[in-house]
């Protein structure tokens, strides 16, 4: 077990009987993974996918994608404040090889360069996914620990790039409409 995490989880029982702070600690980190997370990475991934029309997933199945992420930063959370964060490891290497699993299906990605893509944008989504899992378990160590600059510092700087991210792809990148046609990526 990590010992940053036993230290968490050593804070937490220790304070357990004298207050509720350990479960507002919890609340919170949870809060900031799941409910930040998705409010800043969701519309950054969907921007990015409408960056890249030839990308683009099965629109049915998109908004899927936002509740999965949802259970992965929950996932992430509880993997890392627990000390077994090598599940995260299997759970990517999953989530990859059903992706290079399907790439290839007729109606999935064509054949012309957008496997690339695809792939591309799901590994960025689940970083982002994965930063704001982790942060919102280090977030109930720093809390638990009273070391509330950690906290905002961390936040702020996740939050920025997320944005930067978003901004980028939604006024910098302009799809190629010849790219479109062609079929030709990046």
Request: with cysteine.
């Amino acid at each position: 077990m990590d010992n940053r995490v036993g230290v968490t989880a050593e804070l937490a029982r220790s304070s357990w009987e004298s207050d509720g702070w350990p479960i507002i600690c919890y609340v919170i980190g949870y809060f900031i993974a799941v409910v930040l997370g998705h409010i800043l990475v969701w519309p950054t991934v969907k921007t990015m996918w409408e960056a890249y029309p030839n990308g683009k997933p099965n629109k049915k199945n998109f908004k899927l994608s936002g509740v999965l992420g949802c259970v992965e930063r929950t996932l992430y959370v509880a993997c890392l404040s627990s000390g077994h964060a090598g599940f995260i490891a299997v759970w990517l290497g999953l989530k990859l090889m059903g992706k290079w699993r399907f790439a290839g299906e007729k109606n999935n990605v064509s054949t012309s360069g957008s496997g690339t893509v695809n792939l591309n944008l799901l590994l960025v989504g689940s970083a982002l996914s994965l930063a704001y899992g982790a942060l919102g378990a280090y977030s109930i160590r720093w809390l638990l620990m009273e070391e509330y600059i950690f906290l905002a510092v961390a936040t702020l700087a996740l939050v920025a790039g997320t944005l930067r991210l978003l901004v980028y792809f939604r006024f910098i990148v302009k799809p190629d409409p010849n790219r479109a046609k062609n079929g030709s990526q990046e």
